[in-house]
């Protein structure tokens, strides 16, 4: 007998094994025909998968959210199958699924062109119409490494000449398409349905080394269905139509360029933005007892060798030789703020520190990774550290997450998830340290009340932590704060206060940003609002824009009414066409416009025009000033102040 237990906790028992597909067709018709695998144990297996002993078994359909992973992989299956057809003469090497779709590599001579991907999408569709069966197959290496060898697939041969030898090789078949893979797949073609596109074309070095081939990688997206497809590809238009690089040009905010590579040249708005973000951050930290320090930017490597970071992060830290010291340029602030917290002698008294830095920072990315703000080698984080008692981590966890979810929500981001992350293969610390680091943030996390996904093997080499991954306007997911429990480096910098009992004491070191890179997170803001930000984070708030030149003195002085109220403003009497200004100054997405010509001089008025917005309103000057300094005035608590100017 077979007793196949099923997620609603009901029991199916057989007299012999069953297939994974004899089972949803015992359970019924309708869920036969929606199937697409099973999960034996927890794990994702093939619909013919045989069940021969008593299990927990769930049927996965599409609507099941790790169903996509499978639809991708088989995409990427069937848009191989399309390229041989279409073109014999490639070897296909590896087509993994990967975030939002699928990609191959191929080595072929001729480069493929986007005209390709339309009759390989095509085909791909004629594939699916033949619903051909999926089915595997299990090779004796020797075979398989000659069958794809005779095939002319010698990236092929060459993987499976990497699998030990006496072990078996796993193949699927669809058609007369044979490909090496570990599975699990589809049980035909016809379930991978038609909400897949293909998108760009890439090269990619074979296994990513330099010295290989450079391949062709075609990418695509696959979906559950047409309608989440069709909401993708919406979202990359918006996306397309927010990038940060293209907003960044036309609201001349900064530029990057090849004689800085990876550092941004920042234009006096972009700089002024960029100061609106940081002192609201400055106001908010001061207001929540922070203090603020600053540490030098070139650091000896035995700071960083004694730390553990240069083991760890040495082949991404700019170093430099000095009368025989090699000195780094920090890559992060934590070391150097231990050796404030080092000078002197601190009581528990004194505990929590909570010490902050707008960091600069510069880490050696690879160029291919580089891309705008969002990731460069010069970056100033918002970085801060706690140094605390044991007793006070769980306060100190809800201090700073009641703090960052209020920041979030200032700046226009209310869907956050928090992710928990455990212990690292490669960590520094025992397994003592770590269980106690572990618990320690586990239990914070419960009293603070936030609810968290688990991210195994993620911490930081030195301790658990908690990532806070905001929802921006169009559903894209950033990483951006973090909270991290370290008990290992105060041991290795040799860190301690005085306890109660008079003797010497680690204290317990939190790692914590809440906007990470402020390049990033801007580059984020730019995308959020599309460059239509709210009054108090416009880098211009306000431009004056005069119908005649016989109205310039009365634009000056609106200028001046609004610049004594505080208002980032500027005055434009270029001799231009108002329909000119008013349509150049809404492509820089300048949130509001004062329109003044001879009548609004005589009557002491302004036309006011807000971005986006079809009419205007006529104001009194006074009024008009009065509404838009108590707009841009920002997010003020609890007597907190910040200069946005």
């Not at 619903?131 to 069958?147: G, H, P, Y």
């Not at 044991?390 to 009641?402: G, K, L, R």
């Not at 911490?459 to 932590?465: I, N, T």
């Amino acid at each position: 007998m077979v007793a196949i237990t099923l997620p609603d906790g009901s029991v199916r028992s057989f007299d012999k094994p069953v297939s994974g597909a004899q089972l949803a067709n015992h359970i019924g018709p309708g869920l036969a025909k929606a199937a697409l695998a099973i999960r034996l144990g927890g794990e994702m297996r093939d619909l013919a998968t045989v069940i021969d002993g008593d299990a927990e078994v769930s049927i996965v359909t599409a609507k099941d959210e790790d169903a996509l992973e499978l639809l991708r992989h088989d995409a990427a299956h069937v848009m191989a199958e399309a390229v041989k057809e279409l073109y014999p003469e490639v070897q296909v090497t590896i087509g993994p699924a990967i975030e939002n779709g699928f990609y191959y590599d191929f080595s072929r001579a001729q480069p493929f062109v986007p005209e390709d991907l339309e009759k390989i999408e095509k085909r791909m569709m004629e594939i699916v119409d033949r619903n051909e069966a999926i089915t595997r197959e299990v090779w004796d290496r020797a075979k398989a490494i000659q069958f794809f060898k005779d095939q002319g697939e010698h990236y092929k041969a060459q993987i499976i000449e990497g699998i030990p030898e006496g072990e078996d090789v796993g193949l699927y078949r669809q058609g007369d398409f044979i490909d090496l893979c570990r599975g699990p797949h589809l049980p035909s073609t016809g379930k991978l349905g038609k909400a897949f596109k293909l998108m760009k074309l890439a090269g990619a070095y074979w296994r990513g080394d330099s010295n290989n081939e450079m391949l062709q990688r075609i990418y695509g997206t696959a979906w559950a269905d047409a309608k989440q497809l069709k909401a993708y590809l919406h979202m990359l238009e918006e996306a397309e139509k927010r990038d940060h690089r293209r907003l960044g040009r036309e609201m001349d905010l900064f530029h990057l360029q090849d004689v800085a590579v990876g550092s941004v040249f920042w234009h006096p708005k972009g700089w002024r933005f960029y100061r609106t973000v940081q002192n609201y951050m400055r106001a908010r930290l001061e207001d929540a007892g922070y203090v603020e320090v600053n540490t030098p930017q070139m650091v000896d490597r035995q700071l960083w060798e004694a730390s553990g970071h240069w083991e760890k992060f040495r082949e991404n830290m700019f170093t430099t030789d000095v009368e025989d010291t090699v000195l780094a340029l920090k890559p992060m602030n934590c070391p150097c703020h231990v050796q404030i917290f080092k000078q002197g002698i601190t009581s528990y008294r004194d505990l929590p520190i909570r010490m902050a830095e707008f960091g600069s920072c510069h880490r050696n990315e690879p160029s291919g990774a580089l891309h705008g703000l969002m990731r460069v080698r010069a970056f100033v984080q918002d970085d801060a550290h706690i140094f605390c008692t044991e007793d006070q981590i769980t306060s100190e966890t809800q201090a700073f997450c009641t703090l960052l979810m209020s920041v979030y929500k200032d700046l226009g981001f209310e869907d956050v998830v928090v992710q928990f992350s455990d212990r690292p293969p490669v960590r520094a610390g025992t397994d003592e340290t770590w269980d106690k680091a572990e618990q320690a943030l586990r239990d914070a996390t419960e009293a603070t009340g936030l609810q968290t996904e688990l991210n195994p093997g993620d911490g930081a080499f030195y301790g658990p932590k908690l990532d806070f991954v905001l929802r921006d306007a169009i559903g894209r997911d950033w990483q951006c704060g973090t909270l991290q429990v370290d008990f290992v480096l105060p041991e290795r910098l040799d860190a301690h206060y005085i306890g109660e009992d008079g003797a010497k004491h680690r204290p317990v070191m939190l790692h914590r940003a809440i906007l990470g890179s402020f390049e990033r997170f801007i580059g984020i803001l730019i995308e959020n609002y599309a460059g239509r930000f709210p009054l108090w984070l416009a880098p211009l708030q306000v431009v004056v824009a005069t119908i005649t030149n016989d109205a310039d003195e009365y634009g000056r002085k609106v200028l001046e009414t609004l610049r004594d109220a505080g208002l980032r403003a500027e005055l434009d009497t270029r001799n231009e066409k108002i329909n000119y200004k008013v349509r150049e100054h809404s492509h820089a997405k300048v949130p509001v416009l004062f329109v003044v010509g001879g009548r609004e001089a005589d009557e002491g008025t302004v036309a006011v025009r807000r971005l986006g917005g079809k009419n205007q309103e006529i104001l009194a000057l006074d009024e008009a000033v009065a509404r838009l300094e108590a707009e841009a005035a920002g997010p003020l608590r609890d007597g907190a102040q910040y200069d946005a100017n």
